[in-house]
């Protein structure tokens, strides 16, 4: 059994974090406004969207780990996402000889075109 190492979320979940965070802060200036007394029916009003982002945030949020991350970028930039077995055996026979050396660094220079590196300062 894999070990679940962090959590992905869409940019859509994130966005509704952010609404419930807004509709927070709105709530909680309605509260402070009301001195702590608000009505209930404005309350539930002022809740139901809280509710509701946290609700469709929490079911964006998706257990991965670093394998599943690879896999599913691989995917989105159209390669085929080996096994690690199947990785480490055509990195060999690459590693062979000069012509798979070349297509080695090919396969990071085209890597590092689609996505460059973070700089470091």
């Known amino acids: 059994m894999h070990l679940i190492d962090r959590y992905e979320m869409s940019i859509e979940g994130h966005m509704k974090l952010i609404d419930a965070r807004s509709a927070l802060n709105h ?15 404005q309350l539930m009003a002022l809740l139901s969207p809280v509710v509701a982002a946290l609700h469709e945030a929490a079911d964006d949020v998706m257990p991965v780990n670093d ?9 989105e930039w159209n390669y085929i996402a080996l096994s690690p077995r199947e990785g480490e055996i055509l990195h060999q026979i690459r590693c062979c000889s000069d012509d798979g050396k070349e297509e080695i660094y090919g ?6 075109e689609r996505k460059p590196m973070p700089e470091h300062r």
């Open 27 to 41: 709530l909680q200036r309605l509260v402070q406004a009301t001195d702590g007394k608000p009505e209930p029916d």
């Open 67 to 75: 394998r599943d991350v690879f896999m599913r970028q691989a995917c």
């Open 107 to 112: 396969a990071i220079g085209e890597t590092l």
